[in-house]
């Protein structure tokens, strides 16, 4: 299985700033998304990764608040913009291939005060 | 999209009795189903799945079944130990390669 190492692993943010999160994988995978989980709720998925491309959002997310980017196939960010203290969140980034499961990252706490 | 819904949300069960959790998926497309188990505090990890090609998978202790024709599919850990507990998650997966989770289940084995 790949080895993701996310960051930063928590961080407490004013609102109205913007906190970039970083993963990165050390293997070239094709498939990388980006999930939120709040407290005691499941997970729920941003948007694909996508390399060379501009991201793939899901329903009710949008770049200009969630900018992405993937400069290549082990490398992606994901940028919460102009934050408010609904997006106090964990943050996971996750890779898969197409023959297996997802891995995660160990996920950013976000708290927005 | 697909939906995946996932029941009971808790369940208590004794040490060393049985658990079964059970999630049912919406599109007939999505192929491959992986059971997740996420601790507090830390990162949904894998621990099986299951294809759309198989009918039932074992792994020692747990084991997943699949019926495509009702979309459901089962995961089931014998012999429950205290550290079996944790939040279990479903999930359903298409060609596009995206997971579509389950809301989870609160697993809590009693000593």
């Known amino acids: 299985s790949a080895v993701i190492s996310q960051k930063p692993s928590r961080d407490i943010c004013q609102r109205g700033t913007s906190l970039t999160i970083q993963c990165q994988v050390d293997s070239q995978v094709t498939m990388m998304f980006w999930y939120r989980q709040q407290p005691g709720q499941s997970l729920t998925l941003i948007a694909t990764a996508n390399q060379g491309s501009e991201a793939t959002y899901e329903s009710g997310f949008v770049i200009d608040k969630f900018p992405i980017s993937r400069p290549n196939l082990t490398f992606s960010t994901l940028t919460v913009s102009n934050m408010s203290p609904e997006d106090s969140s964990i943050y996971l980034c996750s890779v898969s291939d197409r023959s297996g499961g997802a891995f995660f990252g160990q996920g950013t706490r976000l708290t927005v005060v | ?111």
């Open chain 2, 1 to 111: 999209g697909e939906n995946v819904e996932q029941h009971p949300s808790t369940l208590s069960v004794q040490e060393g009795d049985s658990a079964v959790i059970k999630c049912t998926y919406s599109d007939s497309a999505s192929n491959y189903f992986p059971w997740y188990k996420q601790e507090l505090g830390k990162r949904p990890q894998l621990i099986i799945d299951i294809r759309s090609n198989v009918g039932e998978k074992k792994d020692q202790r747990i084991a997943v079944t699949l019926n495509k024709t009702a979309k459901h599919f089962s995961l089931h850990i014998t012999e429950t130990q205290p550290e079996d507990s944790a939040v279990y998650f479903c999930a359903a997966r298409g060609n596009a390669g995206k997971s579509t989770f389950g809301d989870g289940t609160t697993l809590t084995v009693k000593p």
